[in-house]
T-cell receptor, first 113, second 113 residues
Framework: NAGVTQTPKFRVLKTGQSMTLLCAQD?????MYWYRQDPGMGLRLIHY???????AKGEVPDGYNVSRLKKQNFLLGLESAAPSQTSVYFC????????????FGPGTRLTVL | AQTVTQSQPEMSVQEAETVTLSCTYD???????LFWYKQPPSRQMILVIR??????QNATENRFSVNFQKAAKSFSLKISDSQLGDTAMYFC??????????FGSGTKLNVKP
């Protein structure tokens, strides 16, 4: 099992450009999450999904959109990147039997110039 | 609103000694989960230990144990026999209802030889 994978691992964007981050999990987990991590701070929840075809806003959703067309994939989109979105992005998944334990991907470092 | 506070931005410990990282949280909920995650320089988020709020017994995983004080809303992590590989950022996390996740700002632990 690969667990949770993220694509790409690094990306540099110019202000105003768009991009999509891909998260994939092979554990058949129901829940998936996108977080951002900024220096000196813990992870903050951007959006999450409780199942295929459903998404919901987290703590810091502005400037991001998500989609979950397949159970194993969760996409995070930036329509018009801003320097404030420079961060490390983590995806995580959680199974209903896992007693709240999330499994994290390796992270994507995004720089917006 | 739920919050998680880690009051020690950085700590140091000698190899083989014991260190305790503190975490307090604020919530009005009764059933929730608490976690400690480790983030080494590779930036991968690694689960260290989990505590279910309905359990009075403190969780233990090998050299890692917690002191869970529900009434005081305190959740400290004790690392015994510290090893060089324990050097990392440690995050305390509070999880409720699988869609409310809050992380502390982290404690950087340095294990010195």
């Amino acid at each position: 099992n690969a667990g949770v994978t993220q694509t790409p691992k690094f990306r540099v964007l110019k202000t105003g450009q768009s991009m999509t981050l891909l998260c994939a999990q092979d554990m058949n987990h129901e829940y998936m999450y996108w977080y951002r991590q900024d220096p000196g701070m813990g992870l903050r929840l951007i959006h999450y999904s409780v199942g295929e075809g459903t998404t919901a806003k987290g703590e810091v959703p502005d400037g991001y959109n998500v989609s979950r067309l397949k159970k194993q994939n969760f996409l995070l989109g930036l329509e018009s990147a801003a320097p404030s979105q420079t961060s490390v992005y983590f995806c995580a998944s959680l199974g209903l039997a896992a007693l709240g334990t999330q499994y994290f991907g390796p992270g994507t470092r995004l720089t917006v110039l | 609103a739920q919050t998680v506070t880690q009051s020690q931005p950085e700590m140091s410990v000698q190899e083989a000694e014991t260190v305790t990282l503190s975490c307090t949280y604020d919530t009005s909920e009764n059933n929730y989960y608490l976690f400690w995650y480790k983030q080494p320089p590779s930036r991968q988020m690694i689960l260290v230990i989990r505590q279910e709020a309905y359990k009075q017994q403190n969780a233990t995983e090998n050299r890692f144990s917690v002191n869970f004080q529900k009434a005081a809303k305190s959740f400290s992590l004790k690392i015994s026999d510290s090893q060089l590989g324990d050097t990392a950022m440690y995050f305390c996390a509070f999880i409720y209802n699988f869609n409310k996740f809050y992380f502390g700002s982290g404690t950087k632990l340095n294990v010195k030889p």
